[in-house]
């Protein structure tokens, strides 16, 4: 059996210099992002195509919620990303890119009025919690589930304030629920009132109007 090697590189002279690259992510951060209105942020994977349902399903969302007024906040990449700013962009809102530096899928997409560029994951995701009034989470992989993640665990412990938090497509998500059931709840991981923070919506309607009715603007 092979073992994959790991390299340690010491770090440590550079760590000093690092906090001056993180403080000046969050000030830029801040500075394009205070003025954005209320947002919604959209998360799902890079990976989708146009001809997905799923694609045309966040264009609805993204598109339906800014036409109501609210801005719509993505990470500025293709696939999910790229649906929620052109629905924005077609729905007369302001179109949000929180766009990150990776090796793949790094391109940001053509419908985006606001873009912010991060090397940070962490100060990334900051932006995306301190400036949304709701998560709608769409398909898509670890990092859709790593957004995902954050938030549950942030409401679950009283780190930030309760907010909609939506996950699109029934049928996906379903297999993840039913596994928080049978081996989160049973092991007595979480509790029974932690399925509140979330809930699960399969039409653009559905998602509209509920955060219309628990955000109001």
């Not at 409401?155 to 993840?176: A, C, E, G, M, Y």
Request: glycine share 8%; proline share 5%; charged share 25%.
């Amino acid at each position: 059996m092979n073992h994959k090697q790991y390299v340690i590189d010491d770090l440590s002279h550079r760590d000093s210099w690092r906090l001056f690259k993180i403080m000046a992510e969050f000030v830029d951060g801040f500075d394009s992002l205070n003025e954005i209105g209320p947002a919604v942020s959209i998360f799902g994977s890079a990976r989708v195509p146009k001809e997905d349902p799923v694609y045309g399903l966040a264009y609805d969302i993204a598109k339906g919620l800014a036409e109501a007024g609210y801005t719509i906040i993505t990470g500025g990449g293709p696939g999910i990303m790229e649906a929620g700013n052109k629905g924005a962009v077609d729905g007369g809102g302001t179109s949000v890119g929180l766009h990150i530096h990776l090796p793949l899928e790094q391109q940001p997409n053509n419908f985006l009025d606001v873009k912010c560029d991060f090397r940070y994951f962490f100060v990334r995701k900051v932006m995306f919690i301190k400036y949304a009034l709701a998560y709608i989470v769409m398909p898509g992989g670890f990092g859709t589930l790593d957004e995902l993640s954050e938030a549950l665990v942030l409401t679950q412990t009283k780190r930030i304030k309760p907010f909609p938090i939506i996950l699109v497509d029934r049928d996906f998500w379903s297999p993840l629920i039913d596994w928080f059931k049978n081996k989160l709840l049973t092991r007595k991981y979480i509790k029974e009132q932690d399925f509140e923070i979330f809930s699960v919506k399969d039409e653009p309607d559905e998602v509209i109007n509920l955060i219309k009715k628990l955000v109001i603007i």
